[in-house]
């Protein structure tokens, strides 16, 4: 009780907190109507960059202030991740133990390894979507989720689910429709995936590309020397999954949908793709390769866009008050920023609401490390998305093998106004699907 008037009375400088946040309703109310973000983005423009949206609750949107409470003071998870998946550890010493067991399953050198494997499924999407596609709008959202749940699957247990397989001859796969439904998520695959790795390292498999469940596997808790519990194994490979497949195939969508609006850009990336590989079945390396357009071109759309809007909530710890900008906040207050807002720092981004790929070729050293300074699409600090080099590895090959082999078409259902964001944690179309057309392009 004193710590909550303690908070309360801290927290009254705060000028916005008197108007809007006399409980925790009225940020609830924006969540279920999926506007946390928008509210909180308009809320910076009217107030300011610190506002107190909640009893115990403040958003801000400030680049230093954003290094600080992430990377900095190490702030710990609010309990709100414990509503949507069971990957949130939220005590960072926990956290941290798990985090090395997979942390060097994604780390760019394992992620190269895995370069055969994106490739071809990227080329079977591109066979995928010839032999059945051609000229019809196809749902990317559900193409894409069952192009990136193969590579998910193949990553994590090491085994080949054929989801696009299944796509191609109109056969629904029971986990991407399951991950599409996340309530009914597969726990039972991912617990007979775990028995099957189990298996193999009991009877002395030697894997050429250890899937991550086999070094989770074989990790053994430093304290104890035990191996991780079963109930542990099944929701971080489910977390896994969640965490990595509708965000990299809504991303894609997305990425499509913005080169079906526009055929300069899209000459423009095939132009430079067309350079870099001649053959439009044989995916160059394309770590070594020099795609500044392409570059260009994501690094904008996950600026304007990024598929995680939501307040990257922490926690102001236990043991000492935070001075954020001149606000003392006390133990136990939540802090937190949104990528959508200061992704669109009007200093740093010119017209930020404009989508112009080419602020990113201005090859100055100081504005490059500026626009870096100002992006967390993939979050920051100790809790920065683990799977972004394998993200970011997915959607440069799948976004090179489409637009060499396709022209890409928005279908007449698929408009603004239907793909407009719906902001959820992750951000997606309002209509639930984006459908596109593929037209193979002659040579
Ligand atoms: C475009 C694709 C992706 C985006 C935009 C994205 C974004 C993010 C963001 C913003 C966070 C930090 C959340 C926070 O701090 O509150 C995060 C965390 C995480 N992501 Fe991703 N992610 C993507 C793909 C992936 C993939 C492919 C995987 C794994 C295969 C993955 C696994 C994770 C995990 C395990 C965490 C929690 C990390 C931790 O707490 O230590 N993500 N992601």
Not at 262 to 269: F, G, H, K, T
């Amino acid at each position: 009780m004193i710590s909550t008037l303690l908070l309360g009375a801290l927290l009254l400088k705060l000028a916005f907190q008197l108007f809007k946040t006399a409980s925790d309703l009225w940020l609830t109310s924006h969540v279920f109507r999926f506007q946390q973000t928008t509210t909180i983005h308009k809320l910076f423009g009217k107030y300011g960059p610190v506002v107190r949206v909640s009893p115990d609750k403040v958003a801000f949107c400030d680049a230093d202030t954003m290094r600080d409470s992430y990377s900095v003071q190490k702030c710990e998870k609010s309990s709100h991740y414990k509503l949507f998946t069971m990957l949130t550890l939220l005590d960072n010493a926990s956290h941290s133990a798990r985090r090395r067991v997979f942390g060097s399953h994604y780390t760019a050198a394992n992620v190269a390894r895995l370069q055969p494997e994106i490739h071809n499924s990227a080329l079977e999407l591109v066979k995928s979507l010839e032999l059945t596609a051609a000229a019809r709008p196809v749902d990317c959202l559900d193409l894409l989720r069952n192009f990136v749940v193969d590579i998910a699957v193949f990553s994590t247990f090491g085994h080949n689910l054929g989801a696009l397989g299944k796509w191609t001859t109109n056969v629904p796969d029971d986990l991407s429709v399951a991950i599409a439904d996340f309530p009914k998520m597969g726990i039972v695959f991912v617990a007979k995936r775990i028995h099957e790795v189990q298996h193999q390292i009991d009877t002395g498999k030697e894997f050429e590309i250890p899937p991550l469940v086999s070094r989770m596997l074989q990790y053994r808790q430093p304290s104890t020397n035990d191996a991780l519990p079963f109930e542990v194994l099944v929701a971080e490979g489910v977390a896994h999954l969640v965490a990595g497949t509708e965000t990299t195939s809504t991303t894609l969508s997305y990425f499509l949908w913005e080169i079906s609006c526009s055929s300069d850009m899209m000459q423009r990336l095939q132009k430079e793709i067309d350079t870099a590989m001649p053959d439009p079945r044989t995916i160059p390396d394309l770590s070594v390769q020099n795609l500044p357009y392409l570059n260009a071109f994501i690094s904008e759309w996950f600026r304007v866009h990024g598929v995680i809007t939501g307040l990257m909530e922490r926690v102001v710890p236990a043991t000492r008050n935070y001075n954020l900008m001149g606000y003392v906040l006390p133990p136990g207050t939540v802090v937190g920023t949104q990528s959508w807002s200061i992704q669109n720092s009007p200093r740093v981004f010119p017209s930020p609401n404009r989508f112009d790929p080419d602020r990113w070729l201005d090859g100055s050293e100081s504005g490059s490390a500026e626009r870096a300074a100002h992006m967390m699409p993939f979050g920051l600090g100790t809790r920065v998305c683990t799977g972004q080099q394998l993200a970011q590895a997915v959607i440069r090959v799948a976004l090179v093998a489409l637009v060499r082999n396709f022209d890409i078409r928005a279908d007449s259902s698929t408009t603004k106004a239907s793909m407009r964001m719906r902001h959820g944690f992750a951000a997606f179309p309002t209509a639930g699907e984006c459908k596109l057309i593929f037209f193979p392009r002659t040579e």
